[in-house]
């Protein structure tokens, strides 16, 4: 990220859900907030009719637009499998890297009794915060933790929080380990292992190697690289299945399920007539603790 700068590629992502929601019959994952969120460039774009056209055309959708899919997909991955989790007692739920995820906005109604904290860079955290006071929306059962994961665990980012340690949470952490080496994203989910207690869960997004994909899929990623880099946060963190399966389960972690971008698409996406779907580049995790 740039320093003294929100995330750009939480911008984006927000404008991605945005446009997802206003412009797709069907859509896979309804955010309400993400056009009011974003900035007011991604605004003007959204608002032009030529490039709406053309960012849910068909031909878009089976190119560059698997971005889009990416977005909305982790977002509904997580909010169901959070859903089943607060089915089972869990009552906490940490977004980590919130970026500009409307959850708190959208199911406090729904969920008044769940404690939701969002850890985030402070830099992206207080404009999103400038934000929320601007929509005269900050509920009353988020908490704003600030962390810089590169200089900070995890931890003791919370320990400055209500966070409770002796009770099961729920942790998303969506869209962000591609921007962190992947020692910092072990890090992380080493100290959540460490702080967390039995039968806390853990989604997240993570990419592969850029050599394993072909064809489109790999010049799409390529595109996305140049995109992210461009923004000031270059995709760094790469990963192989099965040796993150085997670093994680050695933390204590069982894993749920990874699912590969056609399982993704197939879950999600199924014969969709607007051709969107699920990029190959990134795959979903579910863990637990044991
Ligand atoms: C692409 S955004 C994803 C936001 C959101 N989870 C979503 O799905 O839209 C990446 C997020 O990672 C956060 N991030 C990136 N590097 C970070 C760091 N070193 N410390 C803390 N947060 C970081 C950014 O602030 C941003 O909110």
């Keep these: 990220m740039k320093q003294g700068q929100a995330s750009r590629t939480a911008l984006a992502a927000a404008a991605l859900r945005a446009n997802h929601f206003q412009n797709t019959i069907n859509p896979v994952f309804a955010d309400p907030y993400a056009y009011d969120l974003t900035s007011r460039s991604w605004q003007k774009l959204l608002t032009s009719p030529r490039l709406v056209k053309l960012m849910n055309s068909p031909a878009f959708n089976r190119t560059l637009g698997l971005l889009s899919g990416q977005v909305v997909g982790r977002s509904r991955y997580?909010?169901?499998?959070?859903?089943?989790?607060?089915a089972s007692q869990i009552n906490q739920y940490v977004l980590v890297g919130a970026g500009l995820d409307s959850f708190a906005l959208r199911q406090n109604q729904r969920y008044p009794d769940l404690k939701i904290f969002e850890v985030d860079h402070p830099d992206t955290q207080a404009a999103k915060q400038q934000k929320l006071q601007q929509l005269d929306n900050i509920p009353a059962n988020v908490e704003f933790v600030a962390?810089?994961?590169?200089?900070?665990?995890?931890?003791?980012?919370?320990?400055r929080s209500r966070y409770q340690q002796t009770a099961p949470g729920f942790f998303s952490w969506l869209g962000t380990t591609h921007y962190l080496e992947p020692q910092t994203t072990f890090n992380t989910l080493q100290h959540i292992a460490s702080?967390?207690?039995p039968l806390s869960e853990v989604v997240l997004d993570y990419s592969i190697h850029y050599q394993a994909l072909q064809g489109i899929e790999r010049l799409g990623s390529f595109a996305v690289s140049q995109f992210t880099r461009f923004l000031s946060e270059p995709l760094v963190g790469q990963f192989r299945p099965a040796e993150l399966h085997q670093t994680v389960r050695r933390m204590g972690f069982e894993v749920v399920e990874d699912l590969s971008g056609t399982a993704i698409s197939e879950r999600y996406f199924n014969q969709r007539p607007d051709h969107i779907r699920h990029t190959s580049a990134t795959h979903l995790l579910h863990l637990r603790l044991m």
Excluded: C, M, P, V
Excluded at 78 to 86: G, H, T
Excluded at 147 to 159: N, T, V
């Design 78 to 86: 997580a909010e169901d499998l959070l859903q089943q989790a607060l």
């Design 147 to 159: 962390i810089d994961f590169e200089k900070e665990s995890l931890a003791d980012a919370l320990a």
């Design 195 to 197: 702080f967390a207690a």
